[in-house]
């Protein structure tokens, strides 16, 4: 029996599977999402996909053209992302006091929680941190395969 449910992707996963850049992120990044839409497991927010869109037509090299990061934003969508809403907004304040995260980060980390997300993937936190039972996982150090081990098992 799998032990994930849902695994909520940060940005960076995202620009990663389009960037080649980075060879062993862009595999890693790919491989992740391989296995999230194959076993419908995937989460996200509004504000990923903005942040996705933004960042994949200005900042990759060469950037993505506008109507292919629009088709990506606009295939992200079946995986019903998470409207950023007011108790939203008041989880994230209460996890950036929390935890001293950067309020982007908090919102992220409350998307995941309201979406009931059992990991959040992201290189930008700590590796293995329990954030209000969401497991941070950087998915350059563990890949998919994570997601057959049993709940109980460490990272």
Known sequence: MPSVSTV???????LYSEDRADEAKHQAA?????VLWSSRRGRLSSQVLHEFYVNATRKLHPPL???DARAEVRRYQRWQPWPV???TVETAWAVESRFGLSYWDALMVAAAVQQGCD???TEDLQHGQQIDGVR???????GPELLDKPVDTPA
């Open 136 to 142: 941070i996982v950087n998915p350059f150090i563990d």
């Open 119 to 121: 990991l959040l993937l």
């Open 85 to 87: 809403d007011h108790a």
């Open 65 to 67: 053209p506008a109507g």
């Open 8 to 14: 909520f992707v940060d940005t960076n996963v995202l």
């Open 30 to 34: 790919r491989a992740w999402l391989r």
